[in-house]
């Protein structure tokens, strides 16, 4: 950011928000702020610590004596220490205090014990440094000359923004700070805005509306008036403003969002690198089954309700922000983006001749046809929402689709060349032993495919079902914790009660639980699944033969063979590559004709290979887990290329 330039307003982000994508919240409201006559500047300056680091690490004896390649990233993987990291004055003013805690709580979170002195060390130098890193975001931002700095917020930057927040307000007592994003909706933000005197205003919920005529007000030192889901501050009271019934926003009149400062900020790092960095693209607010909202859900009933761009509007944004930026890759920020809408989209991109990539973030229910389609338009991530490999597991979550089209979609994706990224949860009331001891057989079947990142507990997130129906369930709600985040430790040390549960996203609960040993034994699984997995993607595959189809099984965790079936098992291997019931099998065969096989001969050759681990079955249905040697090929090829 130039400091021969002033603004009226100046837009925040702080670590831990990514820096390989620029912040859509802040590209938005920039584009907005300008329409309206507001002079506005972005300030990623999550960017800038990353840059910040590198640069320590060249001249910092300890933090290259300790051997790290990416400092940034490095520290980004202690998870513990995300917002610690930042909890010092003016706001957490006991260091030492602090400090100590910390160490605490990395030396009990972290089970390899041959790295706590190795990660403690790293977290102490960061630390250190932080206070000189804000002190020259504040001379960046205090240059511009701003009347207002708005602070983009989730739950991994509030003790980042916070303490900024707090030494800009020390530096230039009328400015006005203003925090909004995912971790200031509902009791949240009025907490936030009530136990922190430097902050003036909370946005909740959609921005688009609220902000403009709020920063006109503020930057023309007017009278604040109310609107839907604000909270102001007036001198010592705070005025706390419901939330809309329902969003006003309409995705049709946001203009394209404003990433130039990002490009500028990140041209002299590696960043700048062609294909490293993905931008941010909305084709849809809320989740389109949000009417049946998952039970751990934490989106609010109003942040859930399904909004839809024109699909017109998001060819034009895509087309307009490559030409801008020269990029080619996006990420789809939805939090559940329509299959349906996607396939077409991108499907017509590729119609046009743009060879654009494409990450989002969507539900199990696909088409084989449409993950084809999407391959080949470009499409080469998808992160979906599986939760789970246990069917009786998914149907208490209220997931809304089975074990098997999960695994049927991780299938398809290895197929077509689309990694599937995913995750695993456990710990919901009323779930038993024997769903583990289920999905763990299963996992052993599927060592080919793209494993979860990990097995997480149940959050009970405010706003979940299991949240707000607590008693429902047998779960008896807990108070956060102050080790939790640098916030709720504060709010301990203040001794406000509600402050620490207005501020938590989600509470502590007791309820009925399995065996631990089960998911124990689950989690050792998957982290074989994980460690193997470069050698095991995509080795399980068959070749089509005259009257014949061998299958290859590589896989590491069972015995390698090659297996050969003649024409009528291969017709029915084939024919249960989308799941099939024996009767359905049967009817295909038949074609017309009798089938030389008995329901009862191919449920016996169908068991068969679920006991080979070639197949898998559920309440009766049947899905072939080999892929094409062309699909085998995909993956090996994309292995290759994330390596």
């Known amino acids: 950011m130039s400091q021969h330039c002033q603004y009226d307003v100046v837009l925040v982000v702080l670590p831990w928000a990514p ?92 089970e390899d014990k041959t790295k706590n002195m190795e990660n403690i060390e790293l977290v102490e130098q960061v630390r250190k440094l932080v206070p000189v890193f804000f002190e020259k975001c504040a001379t960046e931002i205090l240059e511009s000359k701003p009347k207002v700095v708005g602070f983009s917020c989730t739950i991994a930057r509030r003790t980042a923004s916070l303490v900024l927040g707090k030494i800009l307000k020390m530096k230039n007592p009328g400015l006005k700070i203003v925090f909004g994003g995912t971790y200031m909706d509902g009791v949240m933000g009025e907490a936030f805005i009530k136990t922190f005197p430097w902050v003036d205003a909370v946005v909740r919920g959609d ?60 041209a002299d790092t590696p960043l700048s690198i062609p294909g490293t960095i993905q931008v941010p693209v909305e084709t849809s607010r809320g989740c389109w089954w949000f009417k049946n909202k998952c039970k751990f859900c934490g989106r609010s009933e109003e942040s859930i309700r399904y909004r839809i761009k024109p699909m017109e509007q998001v060819a034009h944004e895509l087309r307009t922000l490559s030409q801008r930026h020269g990029v080619l890759d996006f990420i789809m920020v939805d939090p559940c983006a329509q299959s349906k809408f996607m396939v077409k989209l991108m499907s017509d991109m590729k119609k046009q ?50 074990a098997l089209e999960a695994v049927q979609v991780l299938k398809w994706g290895l197929e077509y060349g689309i990694v599937i990224t995913w995750n695993m949860i456990y710990g919901f009331p009323g779930e038993k032993a024997q769903h583990y001891e289920q999905m763990a057989d299963l996992m052993k079947s599927l060592f080919h495919l793209n494993p979860a990142f990990q097995l997480n507990p149940l959050a009970l997130c ?24 640098p916030l709720y430790y504060l709010a301990y040390q203040l001794g406000e009660a509600k402050s620490i549960e207005g501020l938590a996203g989600g509470l502590g609960g007791k309820y009925q639980r399995i065996d631990p040993e089960m998911v124990e034994h689950c989690q050792k699984i998957l982290a074989q699944w994980r460690r193997d997995h470069p050698k095991n993607y995509g080795k399980l595959w068959y ?29 029915i291997y084939l024919t249960c590559d989308r799941a099939a019931s024996v009767k359905t099998v049967w009817e295909r065969l038949t074609n017309d004709q009798k089938s030389p096989f008995s329901c009862h001969e191919i449920k016996e050759f169908l068991d068969e290979l679920v006991m080979s681990r070639l197949a898998c079955e559920e309440n009766g249905r049947y899905l072939s887990l080999a892929v094409s040697e062309e699909g085998m090929m995909r993956a090996r090829a994309k292995l290759q290329g994330l390596q």
């Not at 706003?463 to 102050?482: N, W």
């Not at 089509?544 to 063979?561: C, L, T």
């Open 19 to 110: 820096i390989d994508t620029p912040s859509i919240q802040l590209g938005l409201l920039k584009a907005i702020l300008d329409r309206e006559g507001i002079s506005t500047q972005t300030a990623h300056l999550n960017v800038e610590f990353y840059k910040f680091l590198q640069a320590a690490a060249k001249t910092s004896k300890t933090l290259r004596g300790l051997g790290v390649p990416n400092l940034f990233d490095r520290v980004r993987e202690i998870s513990a220490a995300c917002s610690w990291i930042f909890a010092i004055p003016p706001v957490f003013e006991n260091i030492k205090t602090i400090d100590d805690h910390l160490a605490q709580i990395m030396k009990d979170g972290i």
């Open 207 to 266: 921005g688009e509306q609220v902000v403009p005529p709020l920063f006109h007000q503020l930057c023309g030192n007017e009278p604040i008036k109310a609107q839907p889901g604000l909270c102001i501050r007036k001198g010592k009271q705070v005025e706390i403003h419901p939330e809309a019934p329902k969003s006003m926003t309409i995705l049709k009149e946001t203009p394209v969002p404003s990433y130039d400062e990002y490009f500028e900020r990140t």
């Open 353 to 402: 001749g743009l060879d654009f990539r494409a990450w989002c973030q969507t539900r199990v229910k696909f088409k084989k046809e449409q993950m084809r389609i999407l391959g080949r338009s470009g499409v080469d991530t998808l992160f979906v929402g599986i939760e789970s490999l246990s069917t009786p597991v998914l149907g208490l979550m209220r997931k809304g689709h089975t």
């Open 462 to 485: 405010r706003s979940a079902v299991y949240f707000d129906e607590a008693e429902t369930y047998g779960i008896e709600l807990t108070p956060a914790k102050p080790r939790h985040t």
């Open 543 to 571: 070749r089509r033969g005259a009257g014949f189809i061998k299958i290859f099984d590589y896989r590491s965790n069972v015995e390698h063979q090659v297996y050969t079936l003649d024409d009528l098992e291969a017709k």
